[in-house]
């Protein structure tokens, strides 16, 4: 692995957690003020939905490996070590060993959005094939509903505590 795929990967996943911090802190609570809780579930759906395809074509038209995805999955399947510099990946793939804990990774994945599972439970490394089968879309809708539903959860606990606190003070 080089540096400059470290730094590539390092700004794309930036650009990654922007739009999520932009969907999660701006337009989720605006949603939630302007209308209800379900109706700001499924517009959310219907934004990572597309926040999550637009990903993974974006990511497999290039053709390159920005996500640093692919390099992690050949990495896991071929048990390699990985250079000094890259800590995080080492870590990444020393808790990862094994079919059992691989959920776990997916599900991390899942959390900053739900292409980069896809693109890391597709078979083979360096296909850029889309979304591969059913299951494997199933598997993206109900990665964003669960998302989805934790962050209401979330949103509503937060919105909760400030009506909370508006009547104490």
């Known amino acids: 692995m080089e540096k400059e795929k470290i730094a590539r990967f390092s700004s794309i996943f930036l ?3 922007g739009i999520k911090g932009l969907i999660d802190l701006i337009i989720a609570p605006f949603l939630v003020i302007q209308f209800d809780y379900p109706t700001c579930f499924c517009l959310l ?3 990572y939905i597309l926040v999550g395809i637009i990903s993974i074509y974006i990511y497999d038209s290039g053709k390159k490996d920005i ?3 692919e390099s ?3 990495a ?3 048990h390699e070590k990985f250079l000094e510099y890259n800590r995080l990946v080492r870590l990444i793939v020393k808790k990862s060993k094994g079919k059992k804990k691989r959920p776990l990774l997916i599900l991390l994945l899942s959390f900053k959005n739900p292409g980069l599972a896809v693109i890391f439970m597709r078979k083979g490394t360096f296909l850029y094939n889309g979304f591969t089968s059913w299951v494997v879309f199933y598997f993206f809708l109900v990665n964003i509903f669960i998302m989805n539903l ?3 959860i979330v949103l509503y ?3 909760s505590v400030w009506k909370l606190l508006g009547s104490i003070f």
Do not use: Q
């Open 45 to 47: 759906m219907i934004i």
């Open 67 to 69: 996500l640093f995805v």
């Open 150 to 152: 934790y962050f209401m």
């Open 76 to 78: 896991m399947n071929k």
């Open 72 to 74: 992690l999955k050949e």
């Open 15 to 17: 650009i990654n957690l």
């Open 157 to 159: 606990t937060g919105f």
